[in-house]
């Protein structure tokens, strides 16, 4: 491990970027089919359809719109075109988006000219913004400005002695290089909250931890759901994974075992280094929104079964230590470590070959997802629209 | 000989490396253990299996940790999983 850094893009927030792309962002699901259109014309450019967005009211509506404002304020987003039914919408979220010292303009179905008049307006635009972008080139940049977003789905009972302790030995050593990380998913906490507790930062964080996975348990009581098939879920259960206190306990070692700052709140922001928890649900797609939305620039996805599922705007590395999923869906599964339960591997070998393909695709080298564009985004709801 | 691994010194479950099948030789391994059982049932790579007698009612422990109770009385060597573990924490079945 001699480098000491990576080729990144440096924002005017000093964020960096691994990645640098236009962000075409729908508002609401009223703009995705221009939005699309649009990124299918523009090289360079990402669609950002994170649904809904109409008619949603209180904390609901507070999440949805400071997850789309923190997913055009991602650092791998070098400029952002935010389109809308209304004008208003627009103009909000550019404005929040331009708190980074990024430009982001606005078009809105209803002011300009429709679907033909925002299409024909989003190109001249948009070809304008890449060309600007397209400028910067990568500079130095250290491991300490790496965001590390990590994620565990379609788990099995593999997960937990292999993926994600590998994955956690690469979240120490980011947090000790003077990085951030940022594990969520609570209900997967459910059964190791006292782990957890025992290394946060202080009381404050200790019983906002207590508090988090408290909600997720409130609300499968409140509802009378078991959570046996719903998490665990039929696949977790056929890998092997018995209970949530079964999954939770392997689940929480891909974020390593360092001292834990703080609780964030879906989509936030984390306001120093180290390692973060936040309150975003286990679904692949909305947790991996969540951590993009709160600035992740790089994630590591731990999967047992597999879930193939990546993230377009950041780049997502698929880990697997289940040597069946390895040979059967080698298209989605970048690093390989079965060699741990087969014996050939150490996690310490593990993780260094995990910290390889970082360095690699953080500089540019794509994810296996990335090159199929098997990527989605989408916002949890947790209220009712009217 | 297929091998499972003990994860924690308090277990008495740990996870097979490989599928295996009912009546089988499983080699213990990990922390310095020595043991070899039969396993009574047939399970796939990383699924549970009984390290000692678990009595209906007592706590199963994986990664030194308790992840469930015991529904039955689980004889060594057998899959240990839905059928006859329970959360203590939400629902069960």
């Known amino acids: 491990m001699e480098k000491s850094g990576f080729p990144g893009y440096r924002r005017p927030d000093n964020q960096v970027g691994t990645r640098n792309f236009l962000g075409i962002i729908a508002a609401m699901d009223n703009a995705n089919p221009v939005v699309r259109t649009l990124s299918r014309l523009l090289y360079g450019s990402l669609a950002v359809c994170p649904g809904f967005g109409r008619g949603q009211m209180g904390e609901d509506f507070k999440l949805h719109r400071r997850s789309v404002i923190g997913l055009g304020s991602n650092p791998n987003l070098g400029a952002c075109l935010v389109i809308s039914l209304e004008p208003d919408s627009a103009a909000e979220i550019a404005e929040g988006i331009r708190k980074t010292g990024k430009r982001a303009e606005t078009l809105s179905l209803q002011d300009d000219g429709g679907f033909i008049g925002v299409l024909a307006k989003g190109l001249e ?129 891909k974020g390593g075992s360092k001292t834990i700052e703080g609780v964030l709140a879906y989509g936030e922001k984390p306001e120093g280094k180290g390692l973060y928890l936040m309150d975003a649900p286990a679904a692949a797609v909305e947790n991996l929104t969540a951590l993009a939305a709160g600035g992740a620039n790089l994630m590591l996805f731990c999967t047992g079964r597999s879930n193939p599922i990546g993230f377009s705007i950041v780049p997502t590395i698929k880990i697997s230590g289940n040597k069946k999923t390895i040979k059967n869906m080698s298209s989605d599964i970048d690093v390989d470590v079965s060699g741990i339960m087969g014996g050939t591997l150490t996690i310490e070998s593990a993780q260094e070959k995990i910290i390889q393909r970082v360095v690699s695709v953080t500089a540019g080298q794509m994810t296996k997802n990335e090159i199929l564009r098997n990527c989605e985004i989408s916002i949890s709801r947790i209220g009712q629209s009217i | ?82 059928h006859n573990i329970q959360s203590t924490r939400i629902g069960g079945h």
């Not at chain 1, 964080?205 to 759901?225: F, H, M, P, R, T």
């Not at chain 2, 691994?5 to 490989?18: F, G, Q, R």
């Not at chain 2, 678990?54 to 004889?75: F, T, W």
């Open chain 1, 125 to 253: 635009i948009g070809q304008e913004l890449i060309l600007q972008i397209t400028r910067q080139q990568r500079e130095i940049c250290y491991f300490s400005d790496l965001v590390l977003g990590v994620e565990c789905g379609g788990s099995d009972a593999t997960s937990g002695i292999s993926a994600n302790p590998a994955a956690g030995m690469v979240s120490d050593w980011i947090v000790e290089q003077g990085g951030t990380v940022i594990m969520s998913e609570p209900t997967e906490w459910i059964g190791a909250e006292h782990i957890l507790v025992r290394r946060a930062k202080d009381e404050i964080v200790a019983a906002a931890i207590q508090k988090c996975a408290g909600k997720y348990i409130s609300i499968a009581q409140e509802q009378g759901l078991e959570l046996l098939k719903n998490n665990p879920t039929l696949d977790n259960i056929a890998g092997g994974l018995s209970t949530i206190e079964d999954k939770a306990l392997g689940a929480i070692r």
């Open chain 2, 1 to 82: 000989m297929k091998k499972a691994l003990v994860l924690a010194e308090k277990d008495n479950v740990a996870v097979v490396l490989d599928d295996v099948i009912s009546g089988e030789k499983v080699e213990i391994a990990g922390l310095g253990t020595q043991d070899i059982l039969h396993s009574r049932d047939t399970l796939n790579l990383a699924h549970k299996i009984a390290l000692l007698d678990i009595p209906k009612g007592e706590a199963v422990l994986k990664y030194g940790e308790v992840i469930g109770i015991a529904v039955n009385d689980i004889p060594r060597g057998s899959h240990v999983h839905i």
